[in-house]
Protein backbone atom coordinates (compact mmCIF):
# COMPACT_ATOMS: atom_id res chain seq x y z
CA UNK A 1 0.00 0.00 0.00
CA UNK A 2 1.03 3.73 -0.62
CA UNK A 3 3.35 4.45 2.58
CA UNK A 4 1.56 7.71 3.29
CA UNK A 5 -2.37 6.01 2.45
CA UNK A 6 -3.13 8.16 0.20
CA UNK A 7 -4.61 6.12 -2.77
CA UNK A 8 -4.01 8.90 -5.52
CA UNK A 9 -0.09 9.19 -7.01
CA UNK A 10 0.69 12.15 -9.51
CA UNK A 11 3.38 11.56 -12.07
CA UNK A 12 4.71 14.44 -13.27
CA UNK A 13 8.06 13.81 -16.03
CA UNK A 14 10.47 16.43 -15.66
CA UNK A 15 13.46 17.45 -18.19
CA UNK A 16 15.28 20.54 -17.26
CA UNK A 17 12.13 22.07 -15.12
CA UNK A 18 13.69 23.82 -12.02
CA UNK A 19 12.05 26.85 -12.65
CA UNK A 20 8.83 25.43 -12.13
CA UNK A 21 9.00 21.94 -9.96
CA UNK A 22 9.30 23.51 -6.74
CA UNK A 23 6.04 25.61 -7.39
CA UNK A 24 3.93 22.79 -9.03
CA UNK A 25 5.00 20.71 -6.15
CA UNK A 26 3.78 23.87 -4.32
CA UNK A 27 0.55 23.99 -5.88
CA UNK A 28 -0.53 20.27 -6.02
CA UNK A 29 -0.82 20.13 -2.20
CA UNK A 30 -2.27 23.16 -1.98
CA UNK A 31 -4.98 22.02 -4.34
CA UNK A 32 -5.15 18.32 -2.31
CA UNK A 33 -4.10 16.28 0.17
CA UNK A 34 -5.30 13.35 -0.85
CA UNK A 35 -2.11 12.45 -3.32
CA UNK A 36 1.14 11.09 -3.62
CA UNK A 37 3.54 13.25 -6.09
CA UNK A 38 6.09 11.20 -8.31
CA UNK A 39 8.79 13.23 -10.20
CA UNK A 40 10.42 10.99 -13.11
CA UNK A 41 13.20 13.08 -14.34
CA UNK A 42 15.18 12.20 -17.22
CA UNK A 43 18.78 13.43 -15.65
CA UNK A 44 17.97 16.85 -16.11
CA UNK A 45 21.10 18.78 -17.12
CA UNK A 46 20.03 21.83 -14.52
CA UNK A 47 19.61 19.79 -11.75
CA UNK A 48 15.87 19.56 -11.18
CA UNK A 49 16.21 15.79 -10.18
CA UNK A 50 18.33 17.60 -7.27
CA UNK A 51 16.16 20.23 -6.65
CA UNK A 52 12.97 17.43 -6.36
CA UNK A 53 15.38 14.91 -4.39
CA UNK A 54 15.56 18.18 -1.38
CA UNK A 55 11.37 18.13 -1.76
CA UNK A 56 11.13 14.56 -1.27
CA UNK A 57 13.51 14.91 1.98
CA UNK A 58 11.21 17.31 3.49
CA UNK A 59 8.38 15.38 2.26
CA UNK A 60 7.56 11.98 2.84
CA UNK A 61 4.28 11.80 -0.13
CA UNK A 62 6.63 13.19 -3.14
CA UNK A 63 9.25 10.05 -4.58
CA UNK A 64 11.60 10.51 -7.13
CA UNK A 65 12.05 7.92 -10.21
CA UNK A 66 15.81 9.11 -11.64
CA UNK A 67 16.11 7.99 -15.23
CA UNK A 68 19.76 7.89 -16.86
CA UNK A 69 18.59 10.12 -19.96
CA UNK A 70 16.52 12.04 -22.00
CA UNK A 71 14.35 9.05 -22.70
CA UNK A 72 10.79 10.32 -23.89
CA UNK A 73 7.66 11.64 -22.17
CA UNK A 74 6.01 8.51 -22.92
CA UNK A 75 8.58 6.16 -21.54
CA UNK A 76 8.58 8.89 -18.75
CA UNK A 77 4.97 8.07 -17.84
CA UNK A 78 4.70 4.07 -18.72
CA UNK A 79 7.69 4.01 -15.48
CA UNK A 80 5.36 6.47 -13.84
CA UNK A 81 2.21 4.56 -14.09
CA UNK A 82 4.27 1.37 -13.61
CA UNK A 83 5.47 2.51 -10.46
CA UNK A 84 1.90 3.48 -9.39
CA UNK A 85 0.60 0.33 -9.78
CA UNK A 86 3.70 -1.62 -7.55
CA UNK A 87 2.66 0.38 -4.98
CA UNK A 88 -0.86 -0.42 -4.70
CA UNK A 89 -2.72 3.20 -5.90
CA UNK A 90 -5.93 2.83 -7.11
CA UNK A 91 -5.75 5.99 -9.47
CA UNK A 92 -2.81 7.67 -11.13
CA UNK A 93 -2.69 11.27 -12.23
CA UNK A 94 -0.84 12.63 -15.41
CA UNK A 95 0.25 16.08 -15.88
CA UNK A 96 2.88 18.49 -17.31
CA UNK A 97 5.87 19.57 -14.98
CA UNK A 98 5.91 23.53 -16.77
CA UNK A 99 2.41 24.88 -14.88
CA UNK A 100 0.15 24.62 -18.17
CA UNK A 101 -1.98 22.49 -16.31
CA UNK A 102 -3.57 23.47 -12.74
CA UNK A 103 -3.31 21.77 -9.98
CA UNK A 104 -6.61 23.37 -8.79
CA UNK A 105 -8.31 20.78 -10.92
CA UNK A 106 -7.27 17.75 -8.88
CA UNK A 107 -9.80 17.43 -6.58
CA UNK A 108 -12.41 17.65 -9.59
CA UNK A 109 -10.55 14.37 -11.36
CA UNK A 110 -10.48 12.94 -8.42
CA UNK A 111 -14.29 13.27 -7.98
CA UNK A 112 -15.44 12.05 -11.77
CA UNK A 113 -12.68 9.10 -11.24
CA UNK A 114 -15.22 8.02 -8.61
CA UNK A 115 -17.75 7.20 -11.43
CA UNK A 116 -15.39 7.22 -14.79
CA UNK A 117 -12.41 4.67 -15.52
CA UNK A 118 -10.32 7.91 -17.29
CA UNK A 119 -11.06 11.34 -16.95
CA UNK A 120 -9.55 13.93 -19.04
CA UNK A 121 -8.82 17.60 -18.77
CA UNK A 122 -10.01 19.15 -22.08
CA UNK A 123 -9.04 22.35 -23.77
CA UNK A 124 -11.51 21.45 -26.75
CA UNK A 125 -14.92 21.06 -24.30
CA UNK A 126 -17.30 24.08 -23.43
CA UNK A 127 -15.22 26.12 -20.69
CA UNK A 128 -11.93 24.87 -21.79
CA UNK A 129 -9.65 26.58 -23.88
CA UNK A 130 -5.80 27.80 -23.95
CA UNK A 131 -4.18 30.89 -22.85
CA UNK A 132 -0.55 32.49 -24.52
CA UNK A 133 -0.73 29.97 -27.56
CA UNK A 134 -0.28 31.63 -31.05
CA UNK A 135 -2.16 30.78 -34.15
CA UNK A 136 0.12 28.25 -35.62
CA UNK A 137 0.23 26.16 -32.74
CA UNK A 138 -3.79 26.27 -32.04
CA UNK A 139 -3.89 25.53 -35.59
CA UNK A 140 -1.65 22.28 -35.46
CA UNK A 141 -3.26 21.57 -32.05
CA UNK A 142 -7.08 21.36 -33.86
CA UNK A 143 -6.04 19.55 -37.30
CA UNK A 144 -4.33 16.95 -35.15
CA UNK A 145 -6.78 16.47 -32.57
CA UNK A 146 -9.85 16.23 -36.41
CA UNK A 147 -7.50 14.21 -37.75
CA UNK A 148 -7.04 11.79 -35.01
CA UNK A 149 -10.42 11.59 -34.23
CA UNK A 150 -11.60 10.62 -38.09
CA UNK A 151 -8.68 8.40 -38.22
CA UNK A 152 -8.82 6.40 -35.13
CA UNK A 153 -12.93 6.87 -34.76
CA UNK A 154 -12.13 8.01 -30.93
CA UNK A 155 -14.81 10.48 -29.29
CA UNK A 156 -13.44 12.46 -27.00
CA UNK A 157 -12.59 16.36 -27.99
CA UNK A 158 -8.82 16.46 -27.08
CA UNK A 159 -7.59 12.87 -28.00
CA UNK A 160 -3.44 14.95 -27.47
CA UNK A 161 -4.37 16.29 -23.93
CA UNK A 162 -1.86 15.56 -21.16
CA UNK A 163 -3.74 15.78 -18.33
CA UNK A 164 -5.84 12.58 -17.37
CA UNK A 165 -6.42 10.56 -14.26
CA UNK A 166 -6.95 6.91 -14.61
CA UNK A 167 -7.95 3.99 -12.42
CA UNK A 168 -5.57 1.52 -11.82
CA UNK A 169 -7.80 -1.42 -12.73
CA UNK A 170 -7.89 0.32 -16.89
CA UNK A 171 -4.10 0.70 -16.61
CA UNK A 172 -3.86 -3.10 -15.34
CA UNK A 173 -6.09 -3.87 -18.55
CA UNK A 174 -4.30 -1.75 -20.61
CA UNK A 175 -0.50 -3.91 -20.10
CA UNK A 176 1.42 -0.95 -20.04
CA UNK A 177 4.52 -2.98 -21.48
CA UNK A 178 2.33 -3.10 -24.79
CA UNK A 179 3.03 0.94 -25.19
CA UNK A 180 4.96 1.87 -28.13
CA UNK A 181 5.08 5.42 -28.11
CA UNK A 182 8.15 6.92 -26.68
CA UNK A 183 7.03 10.48 -26.70
CA UNK A 184 4.17 12.79 -26.74
CA UNK A 185 2.12 10.54 -29.11
CA UNK A 186 1.92 8.26 -26.20
CA UNK A 187 -1.13 10.42 -25.61
CA UNK A 188 -3.21 9.27 -28.46
CA UNK A 189 -2.00 5.70 -27.90
CA UNK A 190 -2.73 5.29 -24.09
CA UNK A 191 -6.39 6.68 -24.92
CA UNK A 192 -7.04 4.63 -27.84
CA UNK A 193 -6.18 1.05 -26.22
CA UNK A 194 -8.51 2.42 -23.29
CA UNK A 195 -11.46 3.26 -25.65
CA UNK A 196 -10.83 -0.16 -27.35
CA UNK A 197 -11.31 -1.95 -24.27
CA UNK A 198 -14.92 -0.04 -23.11
CA UNK A 199 -13.48 2.47 -21.18
CA UNK A 200 -15.73 4.84 -19.46
CA UNK A 201 -14.15 7.90 -20.22
CA UNK A 202 -15.24 11.62 -19.78
CA UNK A 203 -14.01 15.18 -20.26
CA UNK A 204 -14.35 18.08 -18.06
CA UNK A 205 -12.74 21.91 -19.15
CA UNK A 206 -9.50 23.42 -18.42
CA UNK A 207 -8.04 26.34 -19.56
CA UNK A 208 -4.18 24.97 -20.65
CA UNK A 209 -1.90 27.71 -19.93
CA UNK A 210 1.73 27.77 -21.91
CA UNK A 211 4.67 27.36 -20.06
CA UNK A 212 6.16 30.74 -18.72
CA UNK A 213 9.21 29.17 -17.33
CA UNK A 214 12.12 27.01 -19.65
CA UNK A 215 11.73 25.54 -23.27
CA UNK A 216 8.34 23.56 -25.13
CA UNK A 217 9.94 20.20 -25.92
CA UNK A 218 7.42 20.04 -28.45
CA UNK A 219 9.21 19.52 -31.93
CA UNK A 220 8.70 18.42 -35.85
CA UNK A 221 9.94 14.74 -35.01
CA UNK A 222 7.26 15.01 -32.05
CA UNK A 223 5.17 16.06 -34.46
CA UNK A 224 6.23 13.38 -37.23
CA UNK A 225 6.07 10.39 -34.37
CA UNK A 226 2.35 11.93 -33.62
CA UNK A 227 1.46 11.34 -37.10
CA UNK A 228 3.22 7.78 -37.24
CA UNK A 229 1.99 6.85 -34.53
CA UNK A 230 -1.76 7.57 -35.73
CA UNK A 231 -1.46 5.52 -38.14
CA UNK A 232 0.10 2.67 -36.70
CA UNK A 233 -2.26 2.10 -34.35
CA UNK A 234 -4.74 2.24 -37.74
CA UNK A 235 -2.75 -0.40 -39.60
CA UNK A 236 -2.75 -2.42 -36.32
CA UNK A 237 -6.86 -2.25 -35.82
CA UNK A 238 -7.13 -3.31 -39.51
CA UNK A 239 -4.71 -6.16 -38.54
CA UNK A 240 -6.37 -7.15 -35.92
CA UNK A 241 -3.73 -7.06 -33.30
CA UNK A 242 -4.94 -4.06 -31.31
Known amino acids: ???TRNQTLIV?????????????????????????????????PDGTGKIADLIAKKDRRVKVLHR?????????YVEGMQFGLKKGYRRVIAMD????????????????????????????????????????RFFISRFANSVTKYLLGLQPEDCSGGYKCYRAELLKKIDLNKIFSPGYSFQVEILFRAVRLNAKVIEFPIVFVNR????????????????CTVWKLRWMVWLGKL
Not at 102 to 115: G, R
Not at 212 to 227: I, M, N, P, R
Request: aromatic content about 6%; hydrophobic content about 40%; overall charge negative.
Open 97 to 136: ADLSHDPVNIPKMLELALEYDLVIGSRYVRDGGMVNWGMG
Open 68 to 76: SAKSGLGTA
Open 1 to 3: MPS
Open 12 to 44: VPTYNEKGNIETVYKKIFLATKACDLLVVDDNS
Open 212 to 227: HQGESKLSLKELTLFA
